[in-house]
């Protein structure tokens, strides 16, 4: 494994070139940092706490997008002003206190956050959950580290559209369970309350009218796997208390059924409410609540990660095209892009360059005429429409008849003066800055036109 280091506010040589020793013989090769290092975590060794380290931190880590391991040497103490280097962009802060033990506890982090990173720029992240914000890295490598090195139930919050069953899809693929069976996904809006039981459960044959055969629910089809309930905040009170039962004890009753049966799954949840709040007002329980979120991670809208837009349209327009040579988007079409507001968030985005490739032709780049005309910006008509056709017709008169262009002009703007004048019934300020000229400036040339013989 590849680490850079740096030594700040510390000049102990003799230490220094113990620690690069001790990390290589535990099987981290580290190199200085400089300028070209490689782009890989790194540890910075800090004697002293300073403001010149939190801003080095910022820098190494690009503000936290790169990971780096913040550890106190000599007789610094990490404990003063340790959220200032977090907040800075360090991952961790650790004290060397060379001890075997706090030297293995140091490189099973490096090690957990290679790995975390190594799946983060795996295709089945780079292929399905695009986007390389930090807001959008840091919600990713959560959910990557509590699927690979946990077995809690997991709580995806975020708006409609922002990717939370793909979010799911990931942690069940992650999950590290040998034999892991399938991940079963049950939308709770679509739910109708009086086949709930049946839904989750599953009924006997007879259990109610048209139950012809028996039929497993959402907790036998997930046993051995995961259980993915969207949208779970929609759930009746009533079906809350039961699912409460099952999540705690494993076990449930089919419908019309006597015996108790079975079931381990992975329980994965998703909401676009604050379910926190909804708890408070009694529309959800909050023992329940604590049971799904043993962790819980939100995801980012849209307009918090506008950096991914441009990376998303070209990852959606790639799809469209899977046999082709990538499109290539002109300026205009992606400033029109990254201005829009996407209140569907990736959805919304998704489906707008959808319905762009649909009207595109041929392989060329993809313009603005590609954009639905119902999609286009509204244009403000005081500063596009205002030379309409009227206006051209009176310049044409004029350019006909031989005035010259100096004429035209002037003629324009006096025209504009008198007009913004009694506009503002007379006050010379008011039309200044209609005009945007200075009072002075609209003053002078009131006064030049009476001496030329002109009405004022």
């Not at 840091?138 to 959910?143: N, S, V, W, Y």
Request: net charge neutral; hydrophobic share 40%; aromatic share 6%.
């Amino acid at each position: 494994m590849m680490v850079w280091h740096y030594f700040h506010a510390w000049n102990d040589t003799q230490h220094q070139i113990e620690i690069v020793s001790a990390l290589a013989e535990s099987g981290i090769q580290s190199v200085p940092l400089a300028q070209k290092s490689p782009k890989c975590t790194g540890i910075v060794f800090f004697g002293e706490h300073t403001q010149e380290l939190c801003e080095l931190l910022r820098t190494v880590s690009r503000r936290g997008n790169d990971r780096v391991l913040a550890v106190s040497v000599g007789n610094a103490s990490h404990q003063r002003g340790i959220w200032a280097l977090l907040e800075a962009g360090a991952c961790d802060v650790v004290c060397w206190d060379h001890r075997e033990q706090r030297l293995q506890e140091i490189i099973l982090r490096l090690n957990r956050w290679n790995e975390i990173d190594e799946i983060l720029e795996s295709p089945l992240v780079t292929n399905n959950l695009v986007g390389k914000s930090l807001v959008w890295k840091t919600a990713l490598r959560q959910l990557i580290e509590v699927a690979l090195f946990t077995d809690t139930s997991v709580l995806i919050s975020g708006e409609s559209g922002s990717g939370k069953e793909l979010a799911a899809r990931l942690i069940h693929s992650l999950d590290k369970r040998e034999q892991k069976r399938d991940l079963v996904v049950l939308d709770c809006t679509t739910i109708v309350p009086t086949l709930s039981g049946s839904e989750f459960f599953g009924h006997e044959r007879g259990a109610f009218t048209g139950a012809s055969c028996s039929r497993d629910g959402a907790f036998a089809l997930a046993d051995g796997g995961t259980l993915f309930l969207d949208e779970v905040g929609e759930l009746p009170l009533e079906l809350q208390a039961q699912l409460l039962r099952v999540v705690q004890e494993k076990c449930y009753k089919r419908v019309g059924g006597n015996s108790w049966q079975k079931t381990e799954f992975r329980l994965v949840c998703a909401t676009n409410r604050d379910l926190m709040e909804e708890t408070k007002r009694g529309r959800f329980r909050h023992d329940l609540y604590y049971r799904i979120a043993g962790w819980e991670c939100r995801l980012p809208s849209l307009r918090d990660r506008n950096e991914d837009i441009i990376p998303l349209a070209r990852h959606f327009m790639s799809l469209l095209t899977p046999h082709e040579k990538p499109l290539v988007l002109e300026k205009q079409v992606e400033e029109y892009l990254l201005k829009r507001e996407y209140p569907g968030n990736v959805r919304d985005l998704k489906q707008l360059i959808t319905r762009i490739i649909h009207r595109h032709v041929g392989r060329g780049s993809v313009t603005v005429g590609d954009i639905p005309i119902e999609e286009r910006p509204a244009i403000d008509p005081v500063s596009c429409h205002w030379c309409d056709e009227p206006f051209e017709q009176s310049i044409r008169k004029a350019v006909t008849i031989g005035v010259g262009l100096k004429e035209i002009g002037r003629i324009a703007e006096d025209t504009a003066v008198d007009i913004a004048v009694q506009a503002e019934e007379g006050n010379l300020q008011r039309a200044a800055q209609r005009l945007g000229v200075t009072d002075r400036a609209l003053q002078l040339r009131r006064a030049n036109r009476r001496q030329n013989g002109l009405s004022a």
